[in-house]
């Protein structure tokens, strides 16, 4: 059974930084991609970042990039996301997700299905 575990949230200043970590279980982790998604109050929830955990390949979107820095440690199955010039449009609750590898490469943001519980992220202006 897939699990997954955020930790790292909390309130910072706008300006700041954050390090969100996802410990992962469960599953094969060099053969999965890892994603954080995010869902603001009222919005739909939105893909922020992918990292195959075969390739280190990665996929940013673009009101994150340059700012946010995904990585992955497979020998603890652990990913991480370093926020950094966060700004009060990037609160949200941030889950992590998991998803095979598509012959390889990193799937579509739509076919993750397995989340983590989310941990929420706080930029005060």
């Known amino acids: 059974e897939v699990q997954l575990v955020e930790s790292g949230g909390g309130l910072v200043q706008a300006g700041g930084s954050l390090r969100l970590s996802c410990a992962a279980s469960g599953f094969t982790f060099d053969d999965y991609a890892i994603g954080w998604f995010r869902q603001a109050p009222g919005k739909e929830r939105e893909g922020v970042s992918l990292i195959s955990s075969s390739d280190g390949s990665t996929y940013y979107a673009d009101s994150v990039k340059g700012r946010f820095t995904i990585s992955s440690d497979n020998a603890k199955n652990t990913v991480y996301l370093q926020m950094n010039s966060l700004k009060p449009e990037d609160t949200a609750v941030y889950y992590c997700?998991?998803?095979?590898?598509?012959?390889?490469?990193?799937?579509?943001?739509?076919?993750?299905?397995?989340w983590g519980q989310g941990t929420q992220v706080t930029v005060s202006s």
């Open positions: 997700a998991a998803h095979p590898l598509v012959r390889g490469l990193l799937p579509l943001l739509e076919v993750f299905a397995s």
